[in-house]
């Protein structure tokens, strides 16, 4: 055992159908000094903890807070004073519903006690049962009435998710895939029909990596700054919809956190990165194409290196050895047309 808090008093109180936001019923009540501790800490959403006879504060059962409205409001306790509502609280452990001083507590003459408990190996339900038998190996036989573990939370919180979670990664695999392959078709297409372009870049002197490098960069780019504008929308809608996913669990006044960094840092390289893999194949097979040919392949597909095969045919080639020759300034071989 790590870390322990308690005993608290606690006690069941009957509330009237419409108190609050409750369709009535028993609300659990627990004594504490303050919602602080080494275990089951509080967080106070609105108004302020109850420390005096008298006072109680609520727990809020979903993301958000009810609002300061609502404090004020009075509770009739058979047997004690009226319980005067001063706060709001949520807690991720379900300890409680609600709290109250622990002087106000005595004076409801509370029947059962709560122990709360951190023990170091806890990651199994075999685990926590066997160090709380430690825990209290000096209590009578049945002091223990029911045991509340973080793993029953886990799968009561996680029961929805799990539903849905699985599907929601098939369709994003399933998104990234045709992402991919959109992205791999437009690049190869921008490297092949820029053909003419890497033949003159060749023939005015650029060496074929200094080619590859401006291709490259070219693809580059624009998936920077289409990587960039999409996380930040990603980041802008991802919050909202994860607080609907995720509304009525008890984790504070926020429902859920913002985007984590990592997930930014791989939408921000990993687009980039996807574009210039993608690239890199045309690219590189523009490479090995000598000016002439690279010239030739981007100004007349197909058949375009034969100049008697038809006339449309001749003319491309010759329009493409008259290109040849304007890049290179050098004579161009002789073409019959």
Known sequence: MTA??????QSVVDV????????GGSLTVVGRADPGGPVDRVEVLEGRWATAPGEITVGWTSGGSPGPELLGTRLEVPGSAPL?????????????????????????????AQMLYRFEDSSTDAQLDSALARATAGLPEGARTSVHTHLDLRRAFSSLADAYVPFMTLFGVLGLLVSAL??????????????????VLKALGFTPNQVVA???????????VGSALGTLLGNALAEPILKVAFSGIETGR??????????????????PALVLLTALVPALRAHRLSAARAISAGSAPGRAAGCVSSASSAAAGCRARSAWAWASRSPAPAARC
């Open 4 to 9: 322990a808090a308690g005993p608290f008093g």
């Open 214 to 224: 401006v291709y490259l960069m070219m693809m580059a780019v624009p998936a920077v």
């Open 182 to 199: 959109i992205v791999g078709n437009v690049v190869s297409g921008a490297v092949v029909s820029g053909y003419r372009h890497i033949g």
């Open 16 to 23: 009237p159908e419409g108190w609050l936001w409750m369709p």
């Open 84 to 112: 005067t509502v001063v706060g709001f609280a949520a807690a991720m452990s379900k300890s409680a519903e609600a709290w109250v001083a622990p002087e106000q507590m005595a004076a409801m003459r509370p029947a059962t």
């Open 254 to 271: 926020a429902a859920v956190g913002g985007v984590g960094a990592w997930v930014s840092v791989v939408c921000l390289l990993g687009m």
